[in-house]
């Protein structure tokens, strides 16, 4: 069985930074790309970062180009976004899953950045 749990949201203020975590079971997590998503109050999901199997390529989404950054631990099957001054737009449940997604997700995790 799929399930991913994600971790590491809080309410932090304009600027600040927060490590978020993605503890993935159920699939071969080393041989997958993985992605991290979030979905804003009344939005779509979006796509905001992947990784590669082995962690060597990364992509991000315009919006968090060089203030988040995206890695993983095979040996962990888990998946991190370290998340740099972040602003206001950047508040939303975030997820991860597989690239491309399994129809199972986890509950996800609140990031708020607000002073």
């Known amino acids: 069985q799929v399930q991913f749990v994600e971790s590491g949201g809080d309410l932090v203020q304009p600027g600040g930074s927060l490590r978020l975590s993605c503890a993935a079971s159920?699939?071969?997590?080393?041989?997958?790309?993985m992605n991290w998503y979030r979905q804003a109050p009344g939005k779509e999901r979006d796509l905001v970062a992947t990784?590669?199997?082995?962690?060597?390529?990364?992509n991000y989404a315009d919006s968090v180009k060089g203030r988040f950054s995206i890695s993983r631990d095979n040996a962990k099957n888990t998946v991190y976004l370290q998340m740099n001054s972040l602003k206001p737009e950047d508040t939303a449940v975030y997820y991860c899953?597989?690239?491309?997604?399994?129809?199972?997700w986890g509950q996800g995790t609140q990031v708020t950045v607000s002073s």
């Open positions: 899953n597989r690239a491309p997604p399994f129809a199972s």
């Open positions: 159920g699939f071969t997590f080393r041989s997958v790309f």
């Open positions: 990784i590669s199997s082995a962690g060597g390529i990364t």
